[in-house]
């Protein structure tokens, strides 16, 4: 319902758009933020990590890249991500020297449901994804861990098959001394697997009690998950995460235990735990979910996700971290609070140059559908909605309102961007640009031929008259966690927008669901949208 107090600030355009120009509130906000570190500069000015020194600047993978699972596949790399509600899902990304990484391919097409963290492995000359989900109200989603398997990591990607385990996550894969094959569970539990990884054989188990951390250290929750198992020097390395992945930022923590035998006993690390933010200052927070993986010159590295001091917007992003094993045969990881550059992963025989991340503006030339590209917990047939033809995304309408509609929404990875976009509309089309956390949480700004509409914390707040008819450029810069929303006719002439938003605390701690802020195209009501020259831009 629209206030009066709305009703009278939006009863016309003409007494509310103001000059074009940055906000002034965004440049207060970025006056009082601590300095941004000298990331490399990539694709529209995105911040990438190598910094063409010989050394590497956190993250790796930059923006909402959560539960890293990594696979050493010869001289390559791939490694996938959590990716929630957002389809097509698990995009494969490549990388020949752990810092630089492009994306691949997306592996899941199908909404089972929400998508935790993915477990991504190599056996027998076959790939698998073994995936966890929650129930979310699309049909055929389910709380369960599926597994998709593929010959080429590039695809086909086979249909998920359906492992049946309800009250676990974080499935990791290990292969016994015998051959046997298991998942890894949240718990610490284990579950054998058939030889060929596609069913489950009996029921999950018990097999390790995980080291505790002190009972006044501030953590959201014990929470044993992502358990990750290497065979490396004659014992089984257990990498575990507990405290927690978010509430506090000095919850979420690294912890190991080793075996002779896949069966156990397992002895806790002496060090435990081996990563953790201790101090709110820190660069990265609630850091954890770590894998072990071999550089390209033999060194050990890990990855994990952690939050961004001051942006729980982005999500957990991913880190890399030098490991060392030591004298008595335990892992140890550095890199500190990760805040620093660090050294290059020595160069193996297999490297070359590889550019970093990809280009999110699109012109709709090309398919970026599930590569950037991804609609939020689609129908089944949601993808129907989507055609391209002549440089024009065409996108039929859904629903009457972002809040019951699937927009297009990809993956921002930096600290301060804007977006703009030509749109078009149908009578009867609503469609905008948007900044969409969830259905219930989101802010920008939509439009009809002869209204315009504002969004607000997952809502609408008010509907002053269009000027510019069934086409508008629309622009959302997001500067601070200060977004200002600006409109043209022509896409020359910029006119600010009625409203500006903060949008600080559109994060899992507020919301839950643990997925992030992301720029968003949306159509609802009747007829399609038609979305021309998309672009980005980071500020650095």
Not at 266 to 294: C, M, Y
Request: with cysteine; aromatic share 12%.
């Amino acid at each position: 319902m629209v206030s009066r107090r709305d009703a009278m600030k939006t009863a016309g355009l003409g007494s509310l758009l103001l000059g074009a120009g940055a906000p002034a509130p965004a440049a207060a906000a970025a006056a009082c933020a601590p300095a941004i570190p000298a990331w490399g500069t990539g694709f529209e000015g995105q911040r990438k990590p190598d910094l063409g020194n010989g050394t590497f600047l956190n993250p790796i993978v930059a923006g909402d890249r959560p539960d890293p699972s990594i696979l050493k596949d010869g001289d390559d790399y791939y490694m996938t991500f959590s990716t929630f509600d957002a389809y097509p899902g698990l995009v494969i990304w490549h990388s020949k020297d752990l810092v630089n990484w492009r994306p691949v391919t997306a592996t899941l097409h199908r909404n089972i449901g929400s998508v935790w963290a993915p477990e991504l492995c190599k056996h027998k000359g076959r790939y698998f994804l073994y995936i966890p989900t929650k129930k979310t109200a699309v049909p055929g989603s389910k709380t369960t861990s599926w597994v998709i398997w593929a010959d080429r990591i590039e695809g086909p990607w086979s249909d998920p098959i359906d492992l049946d385990l309800p009250r676990h996550i974080d499935p990791g894969h290990a292969v016994g001394e015998d051959g046997s094959r298991w998942l890894f569970l949240s718990g610490v539990d284990r579950v054998r697997l058939a030889d060929d990884g596609l069913s489950t054989i009996g029921k999950p188990e018990k097999v390790y009690e995980p080291w505790r951390y002190p009972d006044d250290w501030e953590v959201e929750a014990f929470s044993p998950e992502g358990p990750k198992v290497l065979r490396h020097n004659g014992y089984y390395y257990l990498i575990l995460a507990v405290g927690g992945t978010s509430g506090p930022p000095t919850g979420h923590m690294v912890i190991a235990a080793r075996s002779k035998s896949i069966d156990g006993p397992w002895e806790h690390h002496p060090r435990n735990p081996l990563v953790r933010t201790t101090d709110v200052a820190e660069k990265w927070w609630s850091r954890g979910h770590a894998t072990l993986v071999q550089g390209p010159a033999g060194d050990w590295w890990s990855v994990y996700h952690g939050y961004e001091n001051g942006f729980w917007t982005l999500g957990r992003q991913c880190l890399l971290a030098p490991v060392t094993w030591s004298a008595d045969g335990w892992p140890d990881f550095g890199g500190g609070d990760l805040a620093q550059p660090i050294a290059k992963p020595a160069k193996g025989t297999g490297g070359g140059a590889q550019s970093h991340g990809m280009p999110l503006s699109d012109d709709f030339s090309t398919d970026k559908y599930g590569i950037q590209w991804n609609f939020f917990n689609p129908a089944p047939d949601e993808s129907k909605r989507l055609m391209r033809r002549n440089g024009t995304l065409h996108l039929k309408a859904a629903g009457k309102m972002p809040s019951d509609s699937s927009p297009l929404v990809f993956v921002v990875p930096d600290q301060d961007y804007e977006v703009e976009c030509e749109i078009e509309v149908d009578p009867g089309t609503r469609a905008g640009l948007l900044l969409f956390y969830d259905h219930k949480l989101y802010c920008g700004m939509g439009f009809e031929e002869k209204n315009l509409v504002l969004h607000r914390y997952g809502t609408e707040h008010g509907q002053p008259a269009n000027p510019f008819g069934k086409r508008v450029f629309l622009r959302i810069r997001n500067r601070r966690h200060v977004v200002s929303i600006h409109l043209s006719g022509d896409g020359k002439t910029w006119t600010r927008g009625p409203r500006g938003y903060e949008v600080s605390g559109y994060h899992h701690n507020v919301r839950g669901g643990f997925m992030s802020l992301k720029p968003a195209l949306y159509a609802a009501g009747t007829g399609e949208a038609r979305f021309r020259n998309f672009r980005y831009r980071a500020f650095g």
